[in-house]
């Protein structure tokens, strides 16, 4: 398991999956098409479970990092002795959405821009991923505007502009970039039996990043009700819950990752990526704080259908339930 700070992983969601980011800029877990999707990459949890980097060659790098206000659209600024670059991250909303709408229309879409703003910088790609949480080590296959990785249920469509060297199941690219100069990448999956395509041009990438960053406003502009202590926080606290939300239902999971210890090195790992009724009530508290109205009673609503056939006939509540309402959340060992 890796040893990195869970703090050191920042946030990305469509509102129907999430990725979490390391600050050097690796991509270390991915779950797509939704939030209880076998990860793609998850090195969160296996040093050999897949990842996704981007990052400068050479150090020394002093890193920081920043969502661009009032989004969940993660900037990273890499300055190394020769010059700095600036790593932006996103899974994409749909196109124009706004508001509520939030992942009505998600493409389960990964999008990557690294941006060199002063001096020269050499950039250093590697592209690792190792579907249904590495079990499935993908064939790589060059196509014209990137690659496609086959193995599993779905087919990888990895739109790159660099052509990148293939080793086995991992790719390796390397590319020098010099103030004004940017690099735009794009990440998604189709099912195995459907048409694949690979081409999400810069200029998409770009516009769907811009679009990504409007819709996020757009959302928090709408929940500002809340005036007093921490507000900033609060705020932010109200992007996290929503970025937590499985749009189509309303449900909302209590944490991205599976395989949480309840004690270090225990054999108690849960999986949260579902929702669990204790946690529910706190959740629904938090929504109203954050002045989430509309996302709360949804929630509720989600939470009352999911149980309403096991209180009827007087079963006992389950302590959670799938993020589609399913019931049937058996238990299984991830292989090591």
Wanted: proline share 5%.
């Amino acid at each position: 398991m890796s040893t990195r700070p869970i703090g050191d992983h920042a946030l990305l969601s469509d509102c129907r999956s999430a990725a979490l980011v390391t600050s050097d800029g690796s991509v270390d877990w991915l779950c797509l098409p939704r939030f209880d999707s076998p990860a793609i990459f998850g090195r969160l949890l296996d040093k050999d479970a897949g990842h996704w980097s981007i990052r400068p060659v050479t150090g020394p790098v002093d890193i920081s990092r920043r969502y661009i206000e009032d989004t969940l659209v993660l900037e990273t600024v890499f300055r190394t002795t020769g010059g700095t670059a600036v790593l932006r991250d996103a899974l994409a909303l749909g196109r124009r959405e706004r508001g509520h709408a939030l992942g009505t229309a998600s493409p389960g879409t990964l999008l990557r821009q690294i941006i060199c703003t002063e001096g020269q910088v050499d950039i250093e790609i590697t592209y690792a991923p190792r579907p249904e949480f590495g079990l499935v080590h993908p064939l790589l296959s060059a196509v014209r505007g990137g690659l496609t990785a086959y193995g599993g249920a779905h087919v990888l469509l990895l739109s790159s502009p660099v052509d990148l060297r293939v080793s086995g199941s991992t790719a390796h690219g390397r590319i020098p970039l010099s103030a004004g100069q940017r690099l735009g990448f794009a990440l998604h999956v189709v099912p195995a039996w459907e048409n694949e395509s690979v081409g999400w041009r810069a200029g998409r990438i770009r516009h769907r990043m811009s679009d990504s960053v409007k819709g996020w406003r757009s959302w928090s502009k709408l929940h500002r009700g809340y005036v007093g202590p921490w507000q900033d926080e609060v705020g932010h606290s109200g992007r996290v819950l929503r970025a937590l939300t499985f749009a189509p239902t309303g449900a909302i999971v209590a944490a991205a990752t599976t395989s949480l210890p309840e004690t270090t090195g225990g054999m108690r790992n849960w999986d949260y990526r579902y929702t669990w009724v204790r946690d529910a009530s706190f959740t629904l508290q938090a929504l109203a704080t954050a002045a989430c109205e509309k996302e709360k009673n949804r929630f509720f609503d989600f939470l009352a259908r999911a149980a309403a056939t096991q209180l009827d006939r007087g079963v006992d509540l389950q302590i959670m339930y799938g993020i589609g309402g399913e019931h049937d959340l058996s238990e299984r060992l991830l292989p090591t």
